[in-house]
């Protein structure tokens, strides 16, 4: 059974900090690329990084470059994405994704708030 399991969202301050991973299992986690997407309320879904299968090519939307960083560790099936500085407009539900040429899998999301 394939599963993408969201952990280390939360509450936040303005210019701080979360680390989330995302572990799976279920498929062959190295022949895929992986993706953080997140969708705050009343938006649309939207790719925020994406990191290719040995982790060597990694992509970032706009808004999150120079902040946020993607990695992911191919012995432990596990992608990461450190948040740094972050912003009220992260503020969303962060969706791990994993893509093949051929199979898609979403995990359940984590919810990140950024307020003081």
């Known amino acids: 059974q394939v599963q993408l399991v969201e952990s280390g969202g939360g509450l936040v301050q303005p210019g701080g900090s979360l680390r989330l991973s995302c572990a799976a299992s279920g498929f062959a986690f190295r022949t895929h690329g992986m993706s953080w997407y997140r969708q705050a309320p009343g938006k649309e879904r939207e790719l925020v990084a994406t990191v290719s299968t040995a982790g060597g090519s990694t992509n970032y939307a706009d808004s999150v470059k120079g902040r946020f960083t993607i990695s992911r560790d191919n012995a432990k099936n596990t992608v990461y994405l450190q948040m740094n500085s972050l912003k009220p407009e992260d503020t969303a539900v962060y969706y791990c994704?994993?893509?093949?040429?051929?199979?898609?899998?979403w995990g359940q999301g984590t919810q990140v708030t950024v307020s003081s």
């Open positions: 994704n994993a893509h093949g040429f051929t199979t898609a899998y």
